[in-house]
C-alpha cells in the first residue's frame, strides 16, 4: 500500500505564493505517474499538474506559467509550487500516485490508484 502525506498548504494573499510537498512512504516517486489535483466543494476534482516517470509534464491551462511540478527521487517526494495565486486557485490539494508511465493522462483523476488527504489552500483578494 502506497501512503502519500501532503503538506505546505496556507492561506495567502492574491499574487503571493506557495510550495505544496507530497512525501511518499516507499520508493515510487522514480517510477510511478504522480500528478497534483484540487478539489472544491460541488466541483469534480480537477487535475492540476502531472509528472511521469520519464520527466514529461502536463499542466492544466489554468495553472501554465504560474504553476510548476518537480520531484526529488532521493526524498520520494513531489512539489507543487505556486505562484501568482488567484482567489480561483483556492481548493483542496490533493497529490495522487500510480505505477505507470502514461503522459496523455496524466491530469486524469481516474487514472490513479494512490491519493493524499490534501492540503487547503487559501487565497484571498
Known amino acids: 500500500q502506497v501512503q502519500l502525506v501532503e503538506s505546505g498548504g496556507g492561506s495567502v494573499q492574491a499574487g503571493g505564493s506557495l510550495t505544496l510537498s507530497c512525501t511518499a512512504a516507499?520508493?515510487?516517486?522514480?517510477?510511478?505517474?504522480l500528478a497534483w489535483f484540487r478539489q472544491v466543494p460541488g466541483k469534480e476534482r480537477e487535475g492540476v499538474a502531472g509528472?511521469?516517470?520519464?520527466?514529461?509534464?502536463r499542466y492544466a491551462d489554468s495553472v501554465k506559467g504560474r504553476f510548476t511540478i518537480s520531484k526529488d527521487n532521493a526524498k520520494n517526494t513531489l512539489y507543487l509550487e505556486l505562484n501568482n495565486l488567484k482567489s480561483e486557485d483556492t481548493a483542496m490539494y490533493y497529490c495522487?500516485?500510480?505505477?505507470?508511465?502514461?503522459?496523455?493522462?496524466?491530469?486524469?483523476?481516474?487514472?490513479?490508484?494512490?491519493w493524499g488527504q490534501g492540503t487547503e489552500v487559501t487565497v484571498s483578494a
Open positions: 495522487a500516485a500510480v505505477q505507470d508511465s502514461f503522459w496523455f493522462y496524466l491530469l486524469s483523476a481516474s487514472k490513479y490508484k494512490y
Open positions: 516507499g520508493n515510487i516517486v522514480s517510477t510511478y505517474c
Open positions: 509528472l511521469n516517470s520519464d520527466g514529461r509534464v
